[in-house]
């Protein structure tokens, strides 16, 4: 059973920082692209950043660039973002997912998107 679990929200004051972790098991992630989404109350869901398998071709939301950075473990079943210079518009919910893609382009379509996770919340106060 493939399994993606996020750990590393929590609340944080404006200017901190968080690092998210995600968790892939169940199969190899391999030839996965993988990718942090988030949803804020009463708005849909949004890519804020994703990666190629195997970590050359990154993506960033012009709403985090410069303060957020997307990496992946040596094992290619995790996922990293961390998230630097929070604002109170980066609370919300963030999902890890991955989609297949062999070769090394991120992948930007939500619908490509095979697994996910069941979020982490992330409030930033201010």
């Known amino acids: 059973q493939v399994q993606l679990v996020e750990s590393g929200g929590g609340l944080v004051q404006a200017g901190g920082s968080l690092r998210l972790s995600c968790a892939a098991s169940?199969?190899?992630?391999?030839?996965?692209?993988m990718a942090w989404f988030r949803q804020a109350p009463g708005k849909e869901r949004e890519l804020a950043s994703a990666?190629?398998?195997?970590?050359?071709?990154?993506y960033y939301a012009d709403s985090v660039k410069g303060r957020f950075t997307i990496s992946r473990g040596n094992a290619m079943n995790t996922v990293y973002l961390q998230m630097n210079s929070l604002k109170p518009e980066d609370t919300a919910v963030y999902y890890c997912?991955?989609?297949?893609?062999?070769?090394?382009?991120?992948?930007?379509?939500?619908?490509?998107?095979?697994?996910w996770g069941q979020g982490t919340q992330v409030t930033v106060s201010s």
């Open positions: 990666i190629s398998w195997n970590g050359a071709s990154t």
């Open positions: 169940g199969r190899t992630f391999r030839n996965y692209a």
């Open positions: 997912a991955a989609a297949k893609a062999p070769d090394t382009s991120v992948v930007l379509t939500t619908a490509e998107y095979e697994y």
